[in-house]
């Protein structure tokens, strides 16, 4: 079992960054591939970031190549979404997923633990 925690979310202006965090607890932290999601309101969840084991290999959704970034810190056990050039778009509540798996994924389907999840608002 594993038990994430999100923080870091809040208001922001169009063009503004956020770091959100997802502490994790109970199982080795390091053994789980580590996503994270969003889900706006009147619409599905969707797959935002998604990182490896070891923090070598990572994959985006199109829609935030190259405004985010997901990192990880296994010695803290927390898993890192840097975001920046943030867009109204980007409004949701941003959920932190781990996977007992090897590959990276992308489908909701594929990840067998979920935090509470955190609001992002962006501003125009």
């Known amino acids: 079992q594993v038990q994430l925690v999100e923080s870091g979310g809040g208001l922001v202006q169009a063009g503004g960054s956020l770091r959100l965090s997802c502490a994790a607890s109970?199982?080795?932290?390091?053994?789980?591939?580590m996503g994270w999601f969003r889900q706006a309101p009147g619409k599905e969840r969707e797959f935002v970031a998604a990182?490896?084991?070891?923090?070598?290999?990572?994959y985006y959704a199109d829609s935030v190549k190259e405004r985010f970034t997901i990192s990880r810190d296994n010695a803290k056990n927390t898993v890192y979404l840097q975001m920046n050039s943030l867009k109204p778009e980007d409004t949701a509540v941003y959920y932190c997923?781990?996977?007992?798996?090897?590959?990276?994924?992308?489908?909701?389907?594929?990840?067998?633990?979920w935090g509470q999840g955190t609001q992002v608002t962006v501003s125009s």
């Open positions: 997923a781990a996977r007992q798996g090897y590959g990276l994924a992308y489908s909701t389907r594929e990840y067998d633990y």
């Open positions: 109970g199982r080795t932290f390091s053994g789980y591939v």
């Open positions: 990182i490896s084991w070891s923090g070598g290999r990572t």
